[in-house]
T-cell receptor
Framework: RKEVEQDPGPFNVPEGATVAFNCTYS??????FFWYRQDCRKEPKLLMS?????NEDGRFTAQLNRASQYISLLIRDSKLSDSATYLC???????????WGAGTKLIIKP | SQTIHQWPATLVQPVGSPLSLECTVE??????LYWYRQAAGRGLQLLFY??????ISSEVPQNLSASRPQDRQFILSSKKLLLSDSGFYLC?????????????FGSGTQLSVL
């Protein structure tokens, strides 16, 4: 089993729709969780951290389910500019190592 | 504000040639520095990280090496490139203090070994 698993997609979604995807992780000792966004042939950029109680940033909502060991990202009122690959990142129990998912590709269609 | 510079953006090298990729960070001191490689359809793979000048930790055995000659400079090298070294290389930094592991990336180098 991979340490961090994501559905590679692509998710093809009409503009204005709501889309959600999950990421599962295998290490129950993981402490920190993040969603990064990566455009084609560009560097990843931090989208948001994921907190235990769930958190929201504008149209984006992130949630953590420790019991089932997954995190989720929900995008409301999707925009064409949301098209990208979304990377799930989880820390190991050491203080530096991040484990990256391979990403979920999202395509927003007009 | 902090910025990270990575160059070149693209590189085509023959098998057996040497490699040197450079990364510099501005606007912060004592950062943690990282080199990652991203293969198509794969997650980012950590190659090296550094918590200080001259301190390099390698995550995977490979044909590459890293050096940190100055606090905000990180260099990825190879004496002889292999075909399997092709990929998208990313330099990144994070704050040394605290528990945050948020990473900030350079713009990446697309390396093609032919």
């Amino acid at each position: 089993r991979k340490e961090v698993e994501q559905d590679p997609g692509p998710f093809n979604v009409p503009e204005g729709a709501t889309v959600a995807f999950n990421c599962t992780y295998s290490n129950s000792a993981s402490q920190s969780f993040f969603w990064y966004r990566q455009d084609c042939r560009k560097e990843p950029k931090l989208l948001m951290s994921v907190y235990s109680s769930g958190n929201e940033d504008g149209r984006f909502t992130a949630q953590l389910n420790r019991a089932s060991q997954y995190i989720s990202l929900l995008i409301r009122d999707s925009k064409l500019s949301d098209s990208a690959t979304y990377l799930c990142v989880v820390t190991k129990d050491s203080n530096y190592q991040l484990i990256w998912g391979a990403g979920t590709k999202l395509i927003i269609k007009p | 504000s902090q910025t990270i510079h990575q160059w070149p953006a693209t590189l085509v090298q023959p098998v057996g040639s040497p490699l040197s990729l450079e990364c510099t960070v501005e606007g912060t001191s004592n950062p943690n520095l990282y080199w990652y490689r991203q293969a198509a359809g794969r997650g980012l793979q950590l190659l090296f990280y550094s918590v200080g000048i001259g301190q390099i930790s390698s995550e995977v055995p490979q044909n590459l090496s890293a050096s940190r000659p100055q606090d905000r400079q990180f260099i990825l090298s190879s004496k002889k490139l292999l075909l399997s070294d092709s990929g998208f290389y990313l330099c990144a930094w994070s704050l040394r203090q605290g528990t945050s592991r948020k990473l900030f990336f350079g713009s990446g180098t697309q390396l093609s070994v032919l």
